[in-house]
């Protein structure tokens, strides 16, 4: 199985760490490297500092926002990212949220579903490089191409979606689904969705990447390895809104996840991480020891996962994230 890594700490490390990060992943032998972003960094700028210090890793954006980037500006930062790296570029897309869109980037949040797929149907036909004329109901186009072409003819498209109306958007058009959140027991029935929409356009199933983030450590004591993680995944669902904390109670999880939300409330991120049942947080991440880890990983294709995603806790030191890092040498 090709496994992945996201940046560590995405929104504070240095442009130094970001080049030794960028190596040392590349020397574990992970597939890919994979550049969030939030409202805090542009991700382009990392992307590109990773593609020229590393030769062969796959580069992904792990995503830009598909509503504040025109799809002019995608295709060029894609095709340049694409050109640093020589070939090597993964674009990652996810509509993001109302609050960002509107009080960040002053775009209207409207239609995110036909929005979607708009663009990914005119990014395909801006990087094959044809004149591009496209009249939607979210993105009007008229007269120009990419004067500068990707080195891939078609750079693949990642969707972050877990929705079933996105993540079938995702089967008709997009060559990556990236998830988040969805429990392990439950995996095979998220994506349905995604299967039926395959095969309903005429596609095979080993077309589309399976690619959830998933959080994971590793220690010598599994029990410190899960409290290392719990901190950063309660965020998530006690405080990112309630799109986490609803997914999960669809899933079956709704008592765990008001549980954290009320920890969350008596004491910020101790309280909701020390809320945390270590069942839900074993159906939802990988960590453990090495052994451990490594018959988690080899167990992920079964459910129908072909990249996963590794995030190192942002709040461990960065000489331990890079431990963490490490060691997937031995796990992968």
Known sequence: ????????????????SISQFSKKAEETGVHALWVPETWVRDASVQLALAAITTKKIRIGSAVFNLFCRTP???????????????GRFDLGLGVSGKLINENWHSVNFEKPLKRTHELFCVLKEIF????????????????FSLRR???????????????????SICG??????????????????AMLPLKESILRNGRKIEDVDVAPFIYYCTDK??????EKIKPDLAF?????GDYYHNQLARWG????????????????????????????????????????VKAKLENLNSIGITQPILRIPDSISEENAFEVLSNLKDVI
């Open 1 to 16: 199985m090709k496994v992945g890594v996201l940046l560590w700490n995405f929104d504070q490390i240095s442009a130094e």
């Open 72 to 86: 002019g500006l995608l295709a060029q930062t894609s095709s340049e990212i694409d050109n640093l790296s020589n």
């Open 128 to 143: 094959v490089g044809n004149r591009v004329e496209f009249l939607g109901e979210t993105i009007n186009l008229k007269g």
């Open 149 to 167: 072409k990707p080195v891939q003819k078609n750079i693949p498209l990642y969707l972050a979606a877990n929705g079933p109306k996105n993540i």
């Open 172 to 189: 008709e058009v997009g060559d990556g689904w990236i998830p988040f959140c969805i429990p392990f027991s439950r995996f095979k029935e």
């Open 221 to 226: 004591d599994s029990r410190l390895a899960r």
């Open 236 to 240: 998530y669902i006690a405080a990112m």
């Open 253 to 292: 999880y709704g008592k765990e996840a008001d549980l954290i939300r009320e920890g969350w409330k008596e004491n910020g991120r101790k309280g909701a991480a020390a809320a945390m049942e270590d069942y839900l947080l074993e159906d939802l991440v990988i960590c453990g020891t090495i052994e451990e």
